[in-house]
T-cell receptor
Framework: DTAVSQTPKYLVTQMGNDKSIKCEQN?????MYWYKQDSKKFLKIMFS???????INETVPNRFSPKSPDKAHLNLHINSLELGDSAVYFC???????????????FGSGTQLSVL | AQKITQTQPGMFVQEKEAVTLDCTYD???????LFWYKQPSSGEMIFLIY??????QNATEGRYSLNFQKARKSANLVISASQLGDSAMYFC???????????FGTGTSLTVIP
């Protein structure tokens, strides 16, 4: 049973295409995230949803649109892909408990996006 | 604003030796959490250890310990008895009490030499 699962694992596409990455968690967490990891391994938060409500929206181009149909799912749709979008995208989830350690992030296995 | 700084882009350690990976943070929140994650070459993110801002004792998890110095705003990871499998990227992260937000440092690449 994978706790946070994201698909696909690899995504190779041409510039200008539209693509989606799906994420699902079965941990009962109330918060989900999208992170982008660039070629230098820097992890940058893109979006955060709490109970389907957007709570963090960092400076991300409008071409990126998250969608949370329910609190167990957070999908990422990218329009008009550009070369600079090539990166690893991680979905993650957490539970806000006020008990510190229990609030750690659980990560999906990542999606390697390559834009040609 | 929250900020995490890891000043060591790369570190080398001899197998079976101990190594310290540095992490400093900045926050105005009185309540926060500090985490360390490991990312091996396979790419997955693995949780290692957690330290709460109000915890009196340094956290330990097996060979991992966190040297927490609140006044200096540092949360260094100590790995004892390094193993070849410890070769990976290590990320320090902080969660703020103002919301479900996690901030990551730029990471340290650790190489364990046989």
């Amino acid at each position: 049973d994978t706790a946070v699962s994201q698909t696909p694992k690899y995504l190779v596409t041409q510039m200008g295409n539209d693509k989606s990455i799906k994420c699902e968690q079965n941990l009962g967490h109330d918060t989900m995230y999208w992170y982008k990891q660039d070629s230098k391994k820097f992890l940058k938060i893109m979006f955060s949803y709490n109970n389907k409500e957007l709570i963090i929206n960092e400076t991300v181009p409008n071409r990126f649109s998250p969608k949370s149909p329910d609190k167990a799912h957070l999908n990422l749709h990218i329009n008009s892909l550009e070369l600079g979008d090539s990166a690893v995208y991680f979905c993650a989830s957490s539970l806000w408990t006020g008990r510190g350690k229990d609030e750690k992030l659980f990560f999906g296995s990542g999606t390697q996006l390559s834009v040609l | 604003a929250q900020k995490i700084t890891q000043t060591q882009p790369g570190m080398f350690v001899q197998e079976k030796e101990a190594v310290t990976l540095d992490c400093t943070y900045d926050t105005s929140d009185p309540s926060y959490g500090l985490f360390w994650y490991k990312q091996p070459s396979s790419g997955e993110m693995i949780f290692l250890i957690y330290q709460g801002s109000y915890d009196q004792q340094n956290a330990t998890e097996g060979r991992y310990s966190l040297n927490f110095q609140k006044a200096r705003k540092s949360a260094n990871l100590v790995i004892s008895a390094s193993q070849l499998g410890d070769s990976a990227m290590y990320f320090c992260a902080m969660s703020a009490n103002t919301g479900n937000q996690f901030y990551f440092g730029t990471g340290t690449s650790l190489t364990v030499i046989p």
